[in-house]
């Protein structure tokens, strides 16, 4: 393990650990059954969205990125984030995608073109027609380079 990156940061569901393989640096997302149980921080913090294990264990989450990807491939400045495995026991799963040392769509959103925002908002209610939802900011990263959005935390 390189870095443990949640929940640190305030992700109340799971914990996320930026690892090396070889010469590969993945991410994997944790979801330990004992995290999930948390309505105390939700009341207190103010929050609405509640873990569901059939939208946000691994193999949910995966299918919902292969569903996201098939519409998104006809768009020149989206993608989803590149997953490597995915697994759940029970209510425990892990997800591994390859690590993005990229910032959050919604800490640097007054760099990224409106062109590329067009895009988005195109695709997203196409992605909203296929079932697919959590297309917002803090569930991207953005890539200055390629000038794209890379989603990920989709649910559906």
Known sequence: IIQRLY??????YCYTYKIKVGKHIL?????????QNLQEIIKK???TAQFNPEK???????NTLEKAKEVLKKYKHLDIVEYHAGWTVGENSFLVTKFYDYAS???VINKIPQ???NEFYKAAQELIKKGIQDMRMDNMLWDPKKQKLLLFDLRS
């Open 45 to 47: 913090q103010k929050l």
């Open 27 to 35: 991410f994997i997302k944790e979801h330990e059954k004992e995290k």
């Open 7 to 12: 929940p640190e940061e305030g992700n109340m």
């Open 56 to 62: 946000d264990l691994a193999k949910p989450q995966i």
């Open 105 to 107: 769509a919604a800490t």
């Open 115 to 117: 062109e590329i925002f």
